[in-house]
């Protein structure tokens, strides 16, 4: 006798697809959560080498000062003074990437006192003008003189959704990395507004914060200069 043989029934064919979905659904969640995570990784090393490019300018520049940013898109610093200005990292200038893994431009700003034409200000110990919490206001430097230790210049990516986030309190309370204080209408990484000097930067928090910011801190740039014997 022959074997008898019998295809699949259409409820069977039904559940065979749907185990297959529910399989391909559990891997894509986790396959794309990886790839956002690699993307932070990343980009925390486009800011680091963004930081030592910048280091690097201030051992080489005669007057031992940082860039002022990038305002008009060409990549090349604009000319100081940029007080309290907020613009793009001058990629050009330093020769680092202009773009973070998302393909927007990486926002940049200096602290005064380390971008004027006369140079690193000699002694240091100032207040300073910008300043760094978390998202629920905790201070992350200290401005306060005679030895703060505030940012001498502040780097950061928009993240996943290209926008500069807000604090915790949300706009028209905590404004955090968002000058205008307002939503930005494209995620292109723009900025508008003029700086109130004060950046967040925190762990990354789904739909509400996904910035990613780094610091050059004062001290740490003073220290290149004295080890290097250009400073003071």
């Known amino acids: ?34 790839v956002d995570i690699r993307r932070i990784e990343d ?10 490019a910048l280091l690097g300018y201030a051992l080489s520049d005669p007057a ?40 927007r431009p990486i926002r940049y700003l200096a602290d005064n006192n380390y971008t004027a034409a006369i140079g690193v200000p000699n002694p240091p110990d100032t207040a300073c003008c910008l300043s760094v919490t978390d998202r629920a206001g905790n ?5 306060a003189a005679p030895n703060s230790n505030g940012p001498a210049a502040i780097i950061f990516s928009c993240g996943k959704n290209g926008v500069p986030d807000p604090g915790v309190g949300g706009f028209g309370v905590d404004p955090g990395n968002d000058n205008d204080d307002t939503a930005n209408p494209s995620a292109d990484c723009t900025n508008p507004g003029a700086s109130d000097g004060i950046y967040v930067q925190d762990s990354f928090a789904q739909g509400t914060f996904d910035d990613v910011l780094i610091w050059v801190s004062k001290h740490t740039l003073l220290n290149r200069l004295v080890q290097a014997g250009v400073w003071p």
């Open 1 to 34: 006798m022959k074997a008898s043989s019998r295809g699949f029934t259409l409820i069977e064919l039904a559940v065979v697809v749907a185990i297959i979905g529910l399989l391909l659904g559990g891997l894509l969640l986790p396959l794309a959560t990886q």
């Open 43 to 52: 980009t925390e090393k486009r800011l680091a080498e963004v930081k030592e």
């Open 64 to 103: 031992n000062r940082l860039p002022c940013p990038d305002t008009d898109g060409d990549g090349i610093a604009e000319v100081p003074p940029c007080v309290n200005v907020e613009g793009t990292v001058p990629w050009a200038t330093l020769g680092v990437e202009p773009l973070d893994p998302w393909g």
């Open 139 to 143: 201070a992350l430097t200290d401005t």
